[in-house]
C-alpha cells in the first residue's frame, strides 16, 4: 500500500535530481513499455453481452503513485473527464437560463467554458496535495479528488434571481419581461466567496469533530432534498424548457406560445409528444449503457446518452448553428467578469450550502481512499480529509473570484477508479488538463450550449435523481431509532413542503417602508423558509443538538450497511469456495480485497 510521498512527518526519502526526472520522461515517451505497456485495452471496450465470454483475468491495479503508460494515463484521464462533463456543464447552463440571470448565449457559453477550465485547474490543486509551509496542514488529498461545479448552489440562484427580479433588484421590461443580470449573478459569486471562509475555517476542525456536530442525521436529509428540489428543473426541460413557455398554465398565445420560443427551430407546445420522446431517447441511452456496456461505456453512460440525443435532435432539426458558428475560436478566465457584491438574503442558505459540500468532501474523499486502496483511518487518513475540505472550501472561494459559482468534491470519479482499477495521479492529471482543453476551445462551450431542453432535461433528471438517491443511501446508514426517526419526520416535513409549495412563506411578512436593511433581513428569513434543503438542514441540526438521546435509543440497532452483512459473508464464502479453482489465483486476490473493504466499512 504505497501512500508515499504524503506522509505527515519529515521526509526522508531521497530526492531524485532534475536530470534523473528528464531520463524517465523521456523513457515514458519514447519507448514501447513507457508509452503503451502490456496493458489489456481491449477490457475498457468489451461490451457486456450476454453471448459474449466474459474474461476470467481482472486488469491490474495501478496504485496511487505506482508508474503506468502514458497512453493508458491519458485514456483513462479523457475517461474520468468525460464521466464528469455532465455534471460540470449543468449548473451554469441552468443559472445562465431564463430559471437565473437570463443571459444572452455568448455569455451562457463564457461560463460554461470557464466552468470546465476553473474544474481543471482547480482538480489539479486537490491531486497534488500542497504543504502548508511550517504548519501540519495540507491543500489537497494526493488522490484522484476531482471538483466540479456543485449542483446544491442551483436552488439558491434560482430562488435568489426569483426573488431579485421580484424585488427590483434585476431588470425587467415594461412588458414584464425579465432581462440580463449581471449584477445580480456577481452578487451570489460575492456572497458565495464570502460562505466560503465557513469551509475554509472548519477545514482545521478534526474530522471527529465534524462528524459529530454535522452527522448523517443532518447531511442525508439536507442532500436527499436537494436532489427533490433539483429534479423539477429536470422535468420541466424534459417536456421543452423551464421558461415562459411552460407556464403553468401553458401560454396559448404571445412568443412563448412555443417552447423555446417562436421562432426557434422545431418550436412546439410545452409537454409535446416530440419532446418527451426526445428526452427518453437520452434516459434509455443511459439504461442500455449500464446493462450491457463496457467499463468505459458505463463510467461514460450519461455523456452517451446526451450525444444519442443530441443526434436524434439533429438528425430532425432541433439544433440551430447559430450560436455556434458565431462563438469565438477560443475562451478563458475573465473574458467576461461581473460586479462582485454581498446579497444579504442569501447568506444563510449559502452557508448551509457550503456545510453540506463540506460533508460531502469527507465522504467523498473517504470513498477515494477505499477503492484507491489506501488507510482510511489514522493520521494519514485524517491528513487527507483536512486537506480536502481546506481545499474544497478555498476551491470555492477561487471559482468565485473566477466567475463561477461554488465547486465541490465529485462522487462518480470513485466509480471509474473502481471499474478501471486505476488510482493513480497521472490520470487524474490527464482528466485535468482534457477539461482545461475542453473548456479553452469555446466551439465545444457553444455546442453544449446549443444542446436542445429536451435532451439536456433527459440527462438531468437522471443526474439529479443520483444526488437525491445519494442522499438516501446517507440517511440509511443512521440507525432508526425513535429519536432518529423524530428529526428526520420533523426535519423533512418542512422541507418536503416548502419543495412543494415554494410561495408558502411569500406573504408572512407585509412590510413595505423604505428600510432596505429591514426588508433585505425579512427576504433572507423568507429565502430560507422557501428552500428545502435549506430549512430541513437548519432544523435537523438544531434538532439533533437539542434532543437527547433515549435510553432504549442507545440499544444497539442495525443500519443498512450491517443489514445485509450477513448475505454478504454467504455469497462471498460461495463464490471463494465454488470458483476458486476454475478462476485462479486472481480471483483469490479479488475476494481479499473486497472482503477488506467491508470490513472497513
Known amino acids: 500500500m504505497d501512500d508515499s510521498p504524503d506522509t505527515i512527518g519529515p521526509d526522508t526519502a531521497p530526492k531524485q535530481s532534475v536530470a534523473d526526472k528528464a531520463r524517465r520522461l523521456v523513457k515514458a515517451f519514447t519507448t514501447k513499455d513507457g508509452l503503451v505497456g502490456d496493458y489489456d485495452y481491449a477490457f475498457l471496450f468489451k461490451p457486456n453481452l450476454p453471448f459474449l465470454r466474459k474474461s476470467r483475468r481482472a486488469a491490474p491495479f495501478f496504485g496511487l503513485n505506482e508508474r503506468m503508460p502514458v497512453i493508458l494515463a491519458m485514456l483513462l484521464g479523457f475517461q474520468h473527464a468525460l464521466s464528469m462533463l455532465a455534471g460540470v456543464i449543468t449548473p451554469p447552463i441552468i443559472i ?11 455569455t451562457a457559453q463564457y461560463l460554461v467554458s470557464t466552468s470546465l477550465i476553473v474544474c481543471g485547474i482547480l482538480s489539479s490543486v486537490q491531486i497534488t496535495r500542497f504543504h502548508i509551509y511550517k504548519s501540519p496542514y495540507y491543500v489537497g488529498t494526493g488522490l484522484i479528488s476531482v471538483v466540479g461545479t456543485s449542483f446544491a448552489i442551483i436552488p439558491v440562484a434560482t430562488g435568489a434571481f426569483a426573488q431579485m427580479y421580484a424585488t427590483g433588484y434585476c431588470p425587467t421590461a415594461a412588458d414584464g419581461t425579465k432581462l440580463a443580470c449581471p449584477d445580480g449573478y456577481g452578487a451570489i459569486l ?7 471562509l465557513l469551509e475554509v475555517g472548519l477545514s482545521f476542525t478534526k474530522p471527529s469533530i465534524l462528524k459529530k456536530i454535522f452527522p448523517p442525521l443532518v447531511t442525508g436529509p439536507t442532500v436527499t432534498l436537494i436532489g427533490i428540489s433539483l429534479i423539477q428543473s429536470g422535468f420541466e426541460g424534459w417536456g421543452g424548457g423551464s421558461g415562459g413557455c411552460f407556464g403553468p398554465p401553458r401560454p396559448t398565445e404571445g412568443p412563448y406560445r412555443l417552447c423555446p420560443a417562436v421562432g426557434a427551430p422545431h418550436a412546439l407546445p410545452w409537454g409535446s409528444a416530440e419532446f418527451i420522446g426526445l428526452g427518453f431517447s437520452v434516459f434509455v441511452t443511459i439504461i442500455i449503457c449500464e446493462r450491457f456496456g463496457s467499463p468505459i461505456m458505463k463510467s461514460c453512460a450519461v455523456v452517451l446518452g446526451l450525444l444519442v440525443g443530441c443526434i436524434i435532435a439533429g438528425a430532425t432539426g432541433y439544433f440551430s448553428s447559430s450560436g455556434i458558428s458565431a462563438a469565438p475560436a477560443a475562451s478563458f478566465i475573465w473574458v467576461k467578469t461581473f460586479p462582485l457584491r454581498v446579497y444579504g438574503p442569501i447568506i444563510l442558505p449559502l452557508l448551509a450550502v457550503y456545510v453540506v459540500l463540506l460533508m460531502e468532501a469527507i465522504g467523498d474523499i473517504t470513498a477515494t481512499c477505499d477503492v484507491s486502496r489506501l488507510e482510511v483511518e489514522g493520521t494519514l487518513f485524517e491528513s487527507r480529509i483536512q486537506g480536502g475540505v481546506l481545499a474544497d472550501g478555498f476551491n470555492g472561494l477561487l471559482a468565485g473570484l473566477c466567475t463561477i459559482t461554488p465547486m465541490s468534491t465529485f462522487a462518480q470519479n470513485n466509480g471509474v477508479i473502481a471499474l478501471t482499477r486505476c488510482a ?11 477539461l482545461v ?17 429536451p435532451v439536456l432535461g433527459g440527462m438531468t433528471t437522471f443526474l439529479f435523481s443520483a444526488v437525491a438517491v445519494s442522499g438516501i443511501r446517507i440517511i440509511s446508514t443512521v440507525p432508526f431509532t425513535r429519536r432518529n426517526r423524530f428529526i428526520l419526520t420533523a426535519s423533512m416535513s418542512l422541507g418536503f413542503g416548502a419543495t412543494l409549495v415554494p410561495s408558502w412563506f411569500s406573504y408572512v411578512f407585509t412590510y413595505s417602508g423604505d428600510n432596505r436593511a429591514k426588508q433585505g433581513f425579512f427576504n433572507a428569513i423568507v429565502l430560507v423558509m422557501e428552500t428545502g434543503f435549506a430549512v430541513t ?10 434532543l437527547a438521546e ?3 435509543d442507545e440499544t444497539r440497532s442495525i443500519t443498512a450497511n450491517e443489514a445485509d452483512a450477513a448475505d454478504d459473508r ?6 471463494k469456495h465454488g470458483k476458486m479453482a476454475e478462476d485462479g489465483s486472481e480471483n483469490e486476490e479479488k475476494i481479499k480485497d473486497v472482503e477488506a473493504s467491508a470490513a472497513r466499512r
Open 424 to 434: 493513480n495521479r497521472r490520470a487524474g492529471y490527464a482528466a485535468c488538463f482534457f
Open 96 to 106: 445562465a437560463g431564463q430559471e437565473g440571470a437570463n443571459f444572452d448565449a455568448e
Open 190 to 196: 460575492g456572497t458565495a466567496c464570502l460562505c466560503a
Open 550 to 552: 433515549e435510553i432504549e
Open 437 to 453: 482543453i475542453m473548456g479553452i476551445f469555446s466551439k465545444f462551450a457553444a455546442a453544449l450550449v446549443a444542446i436542445p431542453a
Open 570 to 575: 454467504e455469497e462471498w464464502a460461495h463464490i
Open 537 to 546: 438542514g437548519f432544523m435537523a441540526l438544531f434538532l439533533n443538538l437539542v
